[in-house]
Structure formats: structure tokens, C-alpha cells
């Protein structure tokens, strides 16, 4: 069992810069895949930024956060970050962290709102 608690969500004029946080605890030596999602009512989840841990550590993107969102993370306090700037409103959403296991096992956070104000 992997718990993941989000916290760094808030408002935010457009332009402006916010941080997201998620901390994980339990069984985290089997993570393999982290990630930042967020959904809009009416909308379906999407992937935000993921890192992927193995031989070599890959991030990806979605293509609409390129060159503002930067995905981080702090291993000694098993926490990734999601740095987010130059941000749209178009980027209003509520935003969940999610971890999956090396026997794909996903765990999700509880979400954090971001809104941007135009």
C-alpha cells in the first residue's frame, strides 16, 4: 500500500506560479512511475507530467505544459513536486498525484483545486 497526500494548491492570477507538492509513504520502494494529473469537471482525467524511474529516469509532458510545469523529485523526503508557471486559466483544474507499483498497482492522492483567474 503506497498513501500519497498533495498539498500546494491555491489561487492564482493568470501569469502567476504555483507549487505542488505529494508525499508518499507506505510500501514506496516498488514505485515506478510518478505522475501529476488533473481533471476538470465535465472533462476526463489527463496526464500532466510523469517521471519513470528504472535504468534511466524519464519525464514526459503533456504538450499544453511544455516550458512552464517542471516535474521534481525529493528522494530523501520520498516527495515530487510539481513546479507550475506562466500559468492559464485554461489550467484551472483539481489536481491528483498518482504512483504506480512495479506489479501495476496505481494509488492516487486526494487532489489539491488550482484555479487561475483571468
Known amino acids: 500500500q503506497v498513501q500519497l497526500v498533495e498539498s500546494g494548491g491555491g489561487l492564482v492570477q493568470a501569469g502567476g506560479s504555483l507549487r505542488l507538492s505529494c508525499k508518499a509513504s507506505?510500501?514506496?520502494?516498488?514505485?515506478?512511475?510518478m505522475g501529476w494529473y488533473r481533471q476538470d469537471p465535465g472533462k476526463q482525467r489527463e496526464l500532466v507530467a510523469s517521471?519513470?524511474?528504472?535504468?534511466?529516469?524519464?519525464?514526459a509532458y503533456t504538450d499544453s505544459v511544455k516550458g512552464r510545469f517542471t516535474i521534481s523529485r525529493d528522494n530523501a523526503k520520498n516527495t515530487i513536486h510539481l513546479q507550475m508557471n506562466s500559468l492559464k486559466p485554461e489550467d484551472t483544474a483539481v489536481y491528483y498525484c498518482?504512483?504506480?507499483?512495479?506489479?501495476?498497482?496505481?494509488?492516487w492522492g486526494q487532489g489539491t483545486q488550482v484555479t487561475v483567474s483571468s
Open positions: 498518482k504512483h504506480r507499483t512495479v506489479f501495476g498497482a496505481d494509488y
Open positions: 517521471i519513470t524511474i528504472g535504468g534511466r529516469t524519464n519525464y
Open positions: 507506505g510500501s514506496i520502494s516498488n514505485i515506478v512511475t
